[in-house]
């Protein structure tokens, strides 16, 4: 699509005397018969209320019922200290490659670990469970060598890892 436009610029009069008036020829177009279209039908409009009509009123807002959290949950707590943040991540890691053993134990390990993050030591504290619960802790503990995510600075060396089946209420 290509767009034309036309400027009109008006001229002096000087120009307009100068030059002899001719007249143009007539053109005369044959007249053709166009066939008309049918009259649409008027698109119907929507009338407003009338001025002495009151306006409607808006309901009062719906009262919503308070929701109750006193069926025993705790209060979420979150934790911005990159040393908790990273035992956190720690013990959640070594868990995930525990086999928890169906039995009510707790065993405390003691872990040191280098500043590449690689466990030189694991060692129990304290064990009341059987001889199958401290070989699935050993097991688990074998399993992670080295820990992808770099320490953060004032990591202590030596932490504990409590492993139990036990619900934390």
Do not use: C, H
């Not at 979150?78 to 991540?89: E, F, M, S």
């Amino acid at each position: 699509m290509q767009t034309l436009s036309v400027v009109l610029v008006p001229k002096s009069k000087t120009e307009e005397v100068a030059k002899p008036k001719m007249e143009q020829p007539r053109i005369e177009t044959p007249q053709v018969a166009v066939p008309t279209k049918q009259p649409q039908a008027a698109p119907q409009t929507v009338q407003s209320p009338s001025p002495s009509a009151a306006p409607a009123v808006a309901p009062p807002p719906a009262e919503m019922p308070s929701i109750n959290f006193s069926d025993g949950a705790k209060e979420v707590q979150t934790i911005t200290d990159p040393i908790q943040l990273y035992k956190a991540y720690l013990e959640s890691y070594i868990k995930s490659q525990w086999n928890t053993p169906q039995s009510d134990y707790e065993t405390f390990v003691e872990i040191s670990i280098t500043p590449e993050g690689k466990i030189s030591q694991a060692e129990i504290i304290s064990n009341n469970g059987d001889a199958n619960w401290t070989k699935s802790i050993n097991d688990a503990l074998t399993k992670v060598k080295v820990l992808s995510r770099p320490i953060p600075k004032g990591f202590p060396p030596r932490f504990q890892i409590r492993f139990d089946t036990a619900i934390a209420m």
